[in-house]
């Protein structure tokens, strides 16, 4: 095992940095910017049973340290990705994906999730219970531990492949949502999603998004997804995939000694294509500022002595 390899759920990744769904569509666009074989793996787009149209634009607001998003889950539907994405991304990413579903009922993230469990190409499957932007599911999942561990539950008896269940941040206490997954049999935990956020524009008066509010991520919510994780790892005993403003090499070592055992990487893919070579690259030389031999060992380092 290589010195920035860690583990998944018995899933060795040569790395930690996994670009995280929304900001990495199926692969492909950067694909034709570098490489993509060098990543950990990657989380696909939030996908649903059926496609999904989105939201009405506009859809995003920037702010100083980051940006909102409204998209709605937006995607060409399950059956798309297996019949077309899944196969095109075979030409030239070398590794199994985290595929990551949205739902809007139980029964549609169990279908979505056990027409998945057929695909080779899927490592993890990664349960959004925590998208703000759709009405009638999404994050209404994400934000009851009895509703969580429901989806839970209904996607673990449809599947033989690790189950990851995405938390939301929009929630008083994390911490029994978390353990709520763990006991109805999740894998792993991957955590945070989108901070509910708005932006009024002064010239209209109007919110800056047609869905008035969204999901606010990027650097400004990097403390509380450290905070979050760091919660998360203390009150259970699965994997954590820490994200939320993660933007260098020494960003995924501080997630990883909150409790990450892998670190997805979001909106810094939209402002740089690039940035998740980048951190990779990085890595070995931040271990070594540090004094870090294997990145595996460092999780949950924060937590001893
Ligand atoms: C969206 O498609 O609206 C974003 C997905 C999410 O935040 O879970």
């Not at 989806?151 to 008896?157: E, G």
């Not at 090499?249 to 501080?254: G, K, L, P, R």
Request: aromatic share 6%; charged share 20%; hydrophobic share 40%.
């Amino acid at each position: 095992m290589g010195r920035t390899a860690v583990t998944l759920s018995g899933w060795e990744l040569d790395n930690p940095v996994i670009p995280a769904s929304g900001t990495f569509g199926y692969g492909k666009e950067f694909a034709e910017a570098y490489d993509i074989n060098c990543l950990g793996t990657f989380s696909f787009k939030g996908t649903t049973l059926k496609p999904r149209f989105g939201n009405p634009t506009p859809r995003i607001a920037e702010c100083g340290a980051g940006l909102i998003n409204s998209v709605g889950l937006q995607n060409p539907g399950v059956d798309h990705v297996l019949a077309v994405e899944l196969p095109e991304l075979a030409g030239f990413f070398h590794k199994k994906v985290i595929a990551n579903v949205g739902g809007f009922s139980v029964e549609e993230y169990a279908e979505a999730c056990r027409r998945l469990d057929g695909a080779e190409q899927v490592g993890i499957l990664e349960v959004n219970i925590s998208c703000p932007n759709v009405d009638h599911g999404g994050m209404s999942f994400g934000v009851s531990p009895e509703a969580a561990a429901q989806v839970t539950r209904a996607v673990k008896a449809v599947t033989t492949k690790p189950v990851y269940i995405k938390l939301s941040p929009n929630v008083t206490d994390i911490v029994p949502i978390a353990r709520a997954c763990q006991e109805a049999g999740a894998d792993g935990l991957s955590l945070i999603n989108t901070l509910m956020g708005m932006r009024i524009d002064p010239r209209t008066r109007r919110p800056v998004i047609a869905n008035r509010m969204g999901g606010y991520s990027g650097a400004g919510i990097f403390p509380v997804a450290v905070r979050m994780v760091y919660q998360v790892y203390e009150a259970v005993s699965i994997p954590i995939i820490g994200m939320g403003g993660v933007q260098t090499a020494e960003e995924v070592i501080e997630m990883m000694l909150a409790g990450a055992a892998a670190v997805q990487v979001g909106t810094a893919n939209l402002i740089d294509p690039w940035a998740c070579k980048g951190i990779i690259e990085e890595l070995p030389r931040a271990m070594d500022r540090y004094g870090i031999e294997s990145l595996q060992k460092i999780t949950g380092g924060a937590h001893h002595g």
